[in-house]
Nanobody
């Protein structure tokens, strides 16, 4: 089966920016919905942003709306998540996931492929 590999996380100060990458291997992302999730210690995994190539929808969690951008470069088989104006509450492990049906859905089980996660820590 295919796999996803996240990168780009790290330690940043509040107000800083990061661009996370999600590279796909073993499959082509063109027709997959790609969703970014995050999980903070002691918290449940939550959706951050999702892009559907089928209905061309892009959706964001309210807390990151206006300062985040999800995008994809199909030629590189890679999806990105840009987050600006980072806050301490953005601290989490960020995961990307792919759904073969091509639509952004709310259930974790809808996503067939998952990356291992990349740590984002926002602290002064």
């Amino acid at each position: 089966q295919g796999q996803l590999v996240e990168s780009g996380g790290g330690l940043v100060q509040p107000g800083g920016s990061l661009r996370l990458s999600c590279a796909a291997y073993g499959f082509t992302i063109d027709y997959y919905a790609i969703k970014w999730f995050r999980q903070a210690p002691g918290k449940e995994r939550e959706g951050v942003a999702c892009n559907s190539p089928i209905d061309e929808r892009t959706v964001y969690r309210d807390s990151v709306k206006g300062r985040s951008t999800i995008s994809r470069d199909n030629s590189k088989n890679t999806v990105y998540l840009q987050i600006n104006s980072l806050k301490p509450e953005d601290t989490a492990v960020y995961y990307c996931a792919a759904d073969y049906d091509g639509y952004c859905l709310g259930e974790l089980s809808d996503y067939e492929y998952w990356g291992q996660g990349t740590q984002v820590t926002v602290s002064s």
